[in-house]
């Protein structure tokens, strides 16, 4: 039985997470899954002889949400290395670009060397985290965007993050706030604070029709999408109630506007939608918040690492760091993956895992955690534990699972 933490971008409610959760656990060989909407992932317990990863991400993905597969940070393991399935993919300046297949560790993988461009054979990689360099001096002419991309890529879906969301919702709640006053002060509610000549003359029916269009059509439109992907998948949750009681109210006054005589109700599903989004932005903004120590757990890891390829010092991204590799560490480093001292001596200070204040010094043969600190010496060691293997990446996974 294996454990694997994925990424559902975009739930809206907890309803929508209980549905995801539901649709996953009907897949076969999943014993269950518990999917955590404030975290916006699903931790799914699954029998890897009989479902694989990119199934579960395909599942999710067919629930209507965003999924690039194992939720793990970017720092230390390129998240696209976890998209199982066809090739791997990282994005760069805001696009994504392929960085080639993903290797099995029973060959051997091509890396490129930094100051000749050629790519040379590598040992042994890491299961499901060695990556073939492509195309001769690729690493070279991208470290550069991998240096800047992973300073704020952590592993994120390419759909919205949590904050993008929280934002989109406050829009939408203003645009609906503006509307929403002009179609009560002319409502027969808003009367009692007074009579209000209407524009240009317009008739009042008209006036909130175009009024409650604008203040309903845009504002309303992600609980559309998730009431939609909600029937879908025979389920009905929060977004289905709100769909169906401001579009009541809405089409019934359409109704009363264009093709029968009656009293018009436009006033009631716009108030109602702005008290709803209100909701939803501070509900938002609490869970983009809620995420801000696992954010802080992967800023630990350092973005590069000094490896030695071909007798050479070559700095690649933390990503690309193979097991087996010797990592070269200097006086102030942050060791980027764990493994052993295999040449040297230092001081480090390791309190980041063991909340020990004083530096504990490190010589040949001892394990090495991956963001803890160099102080004093340098040395090189052996890279044993990259990628979702690291301390760091299960510390991550712990909390997310636990969320």
């Given at each position: 039985?294996?454990?694997?933490?994925?990424?559902?971008?975009?739930?809206?409610?907890?309803?929508?997470?209980?549905?995801?959760?539901?649709?996953?656990?009907?897949?076969?060989?999943?014993?269950?899954?518990?999917?955590?909407?404030?975290?916006?992932?699903?931790?799914?317990?699954?029998?890897?002889?009989?479902?694989?990863l990119?199934?579960?991400r395909?599942?999710?993905?067919?629930?209507?949400?965003?999924?690039?597969?194992?939720?793990?940070?970017?720092?230390?393991?390129?998240?696209?290395?976890?998209?199982?399935?066809?090739?791997?993919?990282?994005?760069?300046?805001?696009?994504?670009?392929?960085?080639?297949?993903m290797?099995?560790?029973?060959?051997?993988?091509?890396?490129?060397?930094?100051?000749?461009?050629?790519?040379?054979?590598?040992?042994?990689g890491?299961?499901?985290?060695?990556v073939?360099?492509?195309?001769?001096?690729?690493?070279?002419?991208?470290?550069?965007?991998?240096?800047?991309?992973?300073?704020?890529?952590?592993?994120?879906?390419p759909?919205?993050?949590?904050?993008?969301?929280?934002?989109?919702?406050?829009?939408?709640?203003?645009?609906?706030?503006?509307?929403?006053?002009?179609?009560?002060?002319?409502?027969?509610?808003?009367?009692?604070?007074?009579?209000?000549?209407?524009?240009?003359?317009?008739?009042?029916?008209?006036?909130?029709?175009?009024?409650?269009?604008?203040?309903?059509?845009?504002?309303?439109?992600p609980f559309v999408?998730?009431?939609?992907?909600?029937?879908?998948?025979?389920?009905?949750?929060?977004?289905?109630?709100?769909?169906?009681?401001?579009?009541?109210?809405?089409?019934?006054?359409?109704?009363?506007?264009?093709?029968?005589?009656?009293e018009v109700?436009?006033?009631?599903?716009?108030?109602?939608?702005?008290?709803?989004?209100?909701?939803?932005?501070?509900?938002?903004?609490?869970?983009?918040?809620?995420?801000?120590?696992?954010?802080?757990?992967?800023?630990?890891?350092?973005?590069?690492?000094?490896?030695?390829?071909?007798?050479?010092?070559?700095?690649v991204?933390?990503?690309?760091?193979?097991?087996?590799?010797i990592?070269?560490?200097?006086?102030?480093?942050?060791?980027?993956?764990?493994?052993?001292?295999?040449?040297?001596?230092?001081?480090?200070?390791e309190?980041?895992?063991?909340?020990?204040?004083?530096?504990?010094?490190?010589?040949?043969?001892?394990?090495?955690?991956?963001?803890?600190?160099?102080?004093?010496?340098?040395?090189?060691?052996?890279?044993?534990?990259?990628?979702?293997d690291?301390?760091?990446?299960?510390?991550?996974?712990?909390?997310?699972?636990?969320?």
């Amino acid at each position: 039985m294996k454990t694997s933490t994925v990424e559902v971008g975009e739930l809206v409610s907890t309803l929508s997470a209980a549905g995801v959760s539901r649709q996953l656990a009907t897949l076969p060989g999943v014993h269950h899954a518990e999917v955590n909407y404030v975290a916006g992932s699903a931790t799914v317990h699954y029998d890897e002889a009989r479902i694989t990863l990119d199934a579960i991400r395909q599942r999710v993905v067919d629930c209507g949400y965003h999924c690039r597969g194992e939720l793990v940070p970017a720092h230390i393991c390129d998240s696209a290395d976890h998209k199982a399935g066809g090739d791997a993919y990282a994005r760069h300046a805001g696009h994504a670009m392929p960085v080639g297949a993903m290797e099995k560790n029973t060959g051997a993988a091509p890396v490129a060397d930094k100051k000749t461009g050629t790519a040379k054979d590598s040992h042994a990689g890491h299961s499901a985290h060695e990556v073939a360099g492509g195309a001769a001096g690729s690493l070279a002419g991208n470290q550069a965007a991998n240096k800047a991309d992973m300073m704020h890529d952590m592993g994120h879906a390419p759909g919205m993050s949590m904050q993008d969301m929280a934002n989109d919702m406050r829009n939408r709640f203003v645009v609906a706030l503006v509307f929403a006053v002009p179609v009560f002060l002319y409502s027969p509610m808003g009367e009692m604070f007074g009579d209000f000549a209407l524009p240009l003359g317009m008739d009042r029916k008209l006036f909130l029709f175009f009024t409650a269009t604008a203040a309903i059509a845009y504002p309303v439109w992600p609980f559309v999408v998730a009431a939609w992907r909600a029937a879908r998948n025979g389920v009905a949750n929060m977004a289905t109630l709100i769909v169906l009681s401001v579009g009541t109210g809405y089409i019934f006054s359409v109704g009363a506007t264009f093709l029968y005589e009656g009293e018009v109700f436009f006033e009631a599903p716009a108030v109602l939608l702005v008290f709803i989004l209100l909701g939803h932005w501070l509900e938002m903004r609490a869970r983009a918040g809620a995420s801000d120590a696992i954010r802080a757990l992967m800023n630990l890891a350092p973005a590069m690492a000094t490896v030695v390829r071909g007798d050479v010092e070559t700095e690649v991204p933390t990503a690309e760091v193979l097991a087996g590799e010797i990592v070269v560490i200097k006086p102030g480093d942050k060791i980027p993956v764990d493994g052993e001292i295999t040449e040297g001596s230092s001081q480090v200070d390791e309190s980041m895992l063991t909340g020990e204040s004083m530096p504990v010094k490190k010589v040949v043969g001892n394990p090495v955690i991956g963001a803890t600190i160099n102080k004093s010496g340098s040395f090189r060691y052996k890279a044993t534990k990259v990628g979702a293997d690291t301390a760091l990446a299960q510390i991550v996974k712990l909390v997310q699972e636990a969320q």
